[in-house]
Each structure stands twice: as C-alpha cells, then as structure tokens.
C-alpha cells in the first residue's frame, strides 16, 4: 500500500472543549467537528477547518473509491460515503440527492484526548516550514473557542414524508417477502423533512445534541452541504500496522424510561429477546462475510455477542466483529467491499437493498458512511444513523433525516413504527424541541 508521505508537526498543549473550540470556527470554510462522548469508544474528539483539497462528486466507475487511492487523499482526510453509492449496484440508477463521495484533507487539524485531558496540534505539509505554519494555525484555534449558549430549537417543521399507515404497510410488505423466502431481513425507514428558520445554521442542531453525545458524533460542512450526526455505530476501525479489522453492528432497540426500575426491565427484555438476537446474529453473520472479502482465511472472528449499550433515548444491542486484513489491503478496498453496512441493509445484503428501494425514495448521506483518516493510515468510519443532512437552497437549509428498523419474518408493524419513533427523537427534539 502506497502512502504519500508528508512532514507533520505535533504539538502538545492543555484541555480545551472540543465542541467549544468547533464552535468559534463554525463560520470558516469546510468546518469539521468528530465529537466523541469520551467513552470506551470515544476517547478521541477532532476540530478542523479550512481544508485544502476538495473533493464532491462521485465515487468512481463501478462503485470504485478510486480517489482514495490518490496521493491527495491519503491522510489528514475526512470524507462521507452516500448510501446510494453503494446501492446501486442492487437498485440501478436512481436520482441522486446527494454526492456519492465528499473528501476533503486538512493541513490544520486538532485532536482531544478525552482519557488524559490533553490537546495533540497536528501541522500538515508539503516541507516542515508550511507543516509549522498549520500548526500554527491550528493552534490559533484553542485560543478562538467560544462559550456554548444552546440555542432556541431552529426549525417550525418537521414534517413526515409519509404516513405511519404507509410506513407499517411497507413492514408488512417485508415480512411478507421473507415467509416467502426472498429474503431474511431488511431495514426500512421513515423520512422526515423541514427547514431551519431564516439565520438558522446546522451547527445550532450540534450544540443542542450536546447533552446527548455519542461516539461517532460529527458535524462537517462543505459548501452548500452539512450533515449533523449523533452516531453511537462503529461502521469499521482499521488499523493498517496491525491490519487488525473491528465491526460492531447494531440490532436491536428499545427506547430508555426515566424510572431507573422500568428502564432496567427493558435494557434486560432486549438482552433476553429471541428476535432482537436473531435479527442482530442475521446482521453478524453478514459482517463476518463481508470482512472474509478481504481479511486473511481464518481470521474473522465474532469477539463480543448481544451486547447491550445504552444512550440517552434508547438501549441498543451491539455486537463486535474482528478480522485481520490481507496484506496490501488498503482504506479503498476495505471500503469497497464491506460497504453499505449490513446493519442498515440486511441479508443477503443484495436483495435486501433491492427490496429497501421499492419502499423508500434515495437515501442520501443517511446509512452510509462518516469517516476519518490519521496520519499513519488509521481508519474510523461510523453509520450515519442519527443523522440529518442539510442543503443550503436560496439562503436557506433545508433539512433530511431518517430512522428505520430491521424486519424480520417475526416483526410486528406497529412495533416497529414505536422503534424508528424511539430513534429520532433526539434528533426531533434538536430540530423542533420536545
């Protein structure tokens, strides 16, 4: 694997908060924030801005992320997977409503350390000197945070794009299909769509997620173009010196009870439910595929099963998957053949994404793919669950989110129509309030 190296300075410098230090930086080109929640997955939180390669478009003849594979994009780079992109080749062409791939590289990037408290200033650059200078600049940032104010809730609308009648007779639909064996399961959404008032901005959605964190939440806008996530699904970390691989899907919900008794029975109910276990093994199983493409023989393991977690609006099952990548295996490649994630897809993945189509309308950013790559080729890339994209159409943003559910043979409608309730609300509440 072929990685251009480039002269980086490292600065190590005292706490600052993250979303702090993102928000006096909201008004520059290219404004990035990965806001962890500073747990066992979230130790690392990261602050850009003013990015110095671009790229928005699509991802390449047949689905190929060839412009990962350029020099320009190689490390320092951030960069969002649409869902559809890697549907296609399932759906066919379909109108797009947004890139499939966004990639920007950042010569000024900061990195928080929630475990020891610190600040790691990070200078990229062609030589030494302009690596100093962004070092430089990034530094300049700590001292430009500014105090949060949670902002009034920035939109009046939050409007479904169909029915809950539709949305449960889309589930029969599914549940239909697999008693007659065209499939084992597939994950359908409901949309919901608005804008934010005159003078409203995405980032005011992040500052009001912050009570809420989770692992993978982001901010990033390029352009005209915004997505804020509140993310808690690792889609893959891969780490290019060890090769090692880890996958930790998510299946199964339920929502969280502000009784600490009742919320207890449910976080158990969902660890103990045949069908939560099941849909989530089916998703599992499916991984384990995936990462067999390209891990060496062997080495693909399940090292944790139905896990439960839990969030401030719902308790999720989680499982994790391992593998050791083959030599040679790069960013792109892993990318390409694991991608859609099987959790927001189905199984087999194929036929589920065909099946998704016929109920729903193109995605876009939402279930594809927020990524990150380090200096030494380390890969973080969440699911864009939790997750709303944002469109700038004259002065004003309009906005994009969704939740769904996994189907199975088992699934009840209605059931399934209070779990994608469940998992926006945090998002409907950042929007329009409670």
Not at 12 to 18: G, H, L, N
Not at 33 to 43: C, I, K, M, P
Request: charge should be negative; charged fraction near 25%.
């Amino acid at each position: 694997m072929n990685r251009a190296a480039r002269p980086v300075e490292i600065r190590e410098r005292p706490w600052r908060d993250p979303l702090a230090v993102a928000a006096g930086l909201r008004r520059l080109e290219g404004p990035l924030a990965l806001l962890s929640d500073g747990g066992t997955l979230g130790r690392w939180s990261f602050v850009a801005a003013e990015p110095d390669r671009v790229h928005v478009g699509g991802a390449g003849p047949g689905g190929k992320l060839d412009r990962l594979r350029s020099p320009d994009f190689q490390t320092g780079v951030v960069g969002l997977l649409a869902y559809d992109a890697g549907a296609r080749p399932a759906t066919g062409p379909r109108d797009p409503v947004w890139p499939d791939l966004m990639l920007a590289r950042y010569p000024a990037m900061l990195a928080f350390d929630h475990r020891a408290g610190a600040v790691r200033v990070f200078g990229r650059g062609e030589d030494a000197e302009s690596a100093r200078t962004a070092a430089d600049r990034a530094e300049g940032w700590l001292a430009a945070a500014i105090d949060l104010v949670v902002p009034p809730a920035p939109a009046d609308d939050f409007v479904e794009e169909a029915t809950p009648a539709a949305y449960c007779a889309a589930v029969a639909d599914v549940v239909e299909r697999i008693a007659a064996g065209q499939l084992y399961q597939a994950n359908i959404a409901r949309a919901w769509s608005g804008a934010l008032r005159a003078g409203g901005d995405p980032f005011d959605v992040m500052l009001r997620l912050a009570g809420r964190a989770a692992a993978y939440g982001a901010f990033w806008r390029l352009g005209d173009r915004a997505v804020v996530s509140n993310s808690p699904e690792l889609f893959l970390a891969f780490d290019p010196s060890s090769r090692r691989i880890e996958s930790r899907p998510i299946k199964g919900t339920r929502p969280r009870h502000p009784d600490p008794a009742d919320d207890a029975v449910l976080a158990t109910e969902l660890r103990s439910s045949a069908k939560d276990q099941a849909e989530n093994l089916m998703i599992v199983d499916l991984m384990r595929n995936d990462l067999s493409l390209v891990a060496e023989p062997g080495s693909v393991a399940v090292t944790a099963l139905f896990e439960v977690e839990s969030h401030p609006t719902v308790h999720h099952l989680v499982s994790t998957v391992t593998g050791l990548a083959r030599a040679g295996t790069g960013t792109a490649g892993l990318l390409e053949a694991t991608f859609p994630p099987g959790s927001i897809t189905g199984a087999p993945k194929h036929e589920a994404m065909k099946v998704i189509a016929l109920h729903e309308p193109p995605r876009g950013a939402w279930c594809g793919s927020l990524f990150h790559i380090e200096d030494d080729g380390r890969l973080t890339a969440s699911v864009l669950i939790r997750t709303a994209s944002f469109e700038r159409v004259g002065g004003r943003w309009r906005f994009r989110t969704l939740a769904g559910a996994g189907i199975v043979a088992d699934s009840d409608p209605t059931a399934e129509l209070a779990e994608t309730d469940a998992k926006i609300r945090a998002l409907r509440e950042a929007l329009v309030g409670p």
